[in-house]
Structures are given as structure tokens and as C-alpha cells.
């Protein structure tokens, strides 16, 4: 049972382009979190999704900022756009459920460098 | 105000020796879990052990034991019998019953370092 893939593990643009992460979910988890890691800090929640809906993105910048679960395929963490500051490592998780002590499973991130 | 908080940025041990790493937690929610992930330098978070707030006793996994004190809000990590293979960020999450889809909230993490 292969565990949370993400991908590219290492990411490098320059200001101005845009970054596409994708991950793809533990096999038969249908709910997916993005946290994001800065330098030096714990994880930051960004948004949680389920399949084909966002169901909260309290943790999402207004702008630059996107995410998706579509029916078929993995879940794409998009950031339009970016800047210096958004250089950090980049986590998804999925989980069987929502419930409390259910554990999220997370993948081994990506670590977007922005030149 | 912080939901986690970890006040150790960063803790030494002696290898074979036991160490305790410090978690408060801040909710009102009656029904919530407490985890803590381990985080080496290759970057991945790797899951050790889990507290539910309804748990009676203390979790405990190998080598990893949770010092729950619900009255204090602590849930502490104690690791037995240090190895040098232990040397890695450790971050305290919490999990609360009634935020939608129940995300995450970790502290700012504490790096252990094992002398041999």
C-alpha cells in the first residue's frame, strides 16, 4: 500500500513563473490537507479538500494561491505568480477520515525554491 | 492566541538516556487528539504516537510515551532509552472535533540532538 506520493520532490523557479504541486492520496483516502512549511517553523495549515471540492481554505493567501481535487488524478497545489516568499516545503496529507484521531498521513513534501 | 506551544527550540541528551519534550495545548473544544510527528533531516514527517482528550491512560509506543495532563493542557513526549537515530525535529499537533475537516495545528517544534 504505497503511502502519499508528491511531486516534484524539489522545485525551482523564478519569480514571476508559476509552481504546480501535485499529491496524490493514500488509496482510499478521499480527504487531502496542504500545509505549508517555512524555514525554521512548524506546518501551517493551508486548505483542505475532498474529492472535486474545497471544503476549507482558511489557511490559503487570498491571492496566487490555488488548489484542487479533481475526480480522477491527484490533488494540484498551484501558486501563480510567485515570489522570494513563498520559498518552503510544500506538505500534503490524506486521511480516512475526519475524525479526531484519525491520523494524517503525510507525503514527503516538496521544496519550492523561487530564485 | 497559540494552539500549540513548544517552548524547547531546541534539547541535548545523552545517547541511552531518556528525555522529555514539552507540549502545551490551547482549546475549548471538549473532543480533541494530540499527536507528535517526528522529522529527520531528509524532511518527512513521520507519525509516533497519539493522545485522544476522552483517553484514560497515558499512549504510549516502544520507546515513545505521552504524558498527557488534561487539567494542565500538556501533553509532554517522553522517548526512553535515547538512540542516536532519534536526532530530529519533533512537532506537537492537535487535532479539535468541531473545525470542519479537522486540520492540523502543529507548534513551532523542538530539535533534539543525541550525544553519543
Known amino acids: 500500500n504505497a503511502g502519499v506520493m508528491q511531486n516534484p520532490r524539489h522545485l525551482v523557479r523564478r519569480r514571476g513563473q508559476e509552481a504546480r504541486l501535485r499529491c496524490s492520496p493514500m488509496k482510499g483516502h478521499s480527504h487531502v490537507y496542504w500545509y505549508r512549511q517555512l524555514p525554521e517553523e512548524g506546518l501551517k495549515f493551508m486548505v483542505y479538500?475532498?474529492?472535486?471540492?474545497?471544503?476549507?481554505e482558511s489557511g490559503m493567501p487570498k491571492e496566487r494561491f490555488s488548489a484542487e481535487f479533481p475526480k480522477e488524478g491527484p490533488s494540484i497545489l498551484r501558486i501563480q505568480q510567485v515570489v522570494r516568499g513563498d520559498s518552503a516545503a510544500y506538505f500534503c496529507a490524506s486521511s480516512p477520515g475526519t475524525s479526531v484521531g484519525n491520523e494524517q498521513f503525510f507525503g514527503p513534501g516538496t521544496r519550492l525554491t523561487v530564485l | 492566541a497559540q494552539k500549540i506551544t513548544q517552548t524547547q527550540p531546541g534539547m541535548f541528551v545523552q545517547e541511552k538516556e531518556a528525555v522529555t519534550l514539552d507540549c502545551t495545548y490551547d482549546?475549548?473544544?471538549?473532543?480533541?487528539?494530540l499527536f507528535w510527528y517526528k522529522q529527520p533531516s531528509s524532511g518527512e514527517m513521520i507519525f509516533l504516537i497519539y493522545?485522544?482528550?476522552?483517553?484514560?491512560q497515558n499512549a504510549t509506543e516502544g520507546r515513545y510515551s505521552l504524558n498527557f495532563q488534561k487539567a494542565r493542557k500538556s501533553a509532554n513526549l517522553v522517548i526512553s532509552a535515547s538512540q542516536l537515530g532519534d536526532s530530529a525535529m519533533y512537532f506537537c499537533a492537535m487535532r479539535e472535533n468541531r473545525n470542519t475537516g479537522n486540520q492540523f495545528y502543529f507548534g513551532t517544534g523542538t530539535s533534539l540532538t543525541v550525544i553519543p
Open positions: 482549546t475549548s473544544d471538549p473532543s480533541y487528539g
Open positions: 479538500l475532498q474529492k472535486e471540492n474545497i471544503i476549507d
Open positions: 493522545q485522544g482528550s476522552y483517553d484514560q
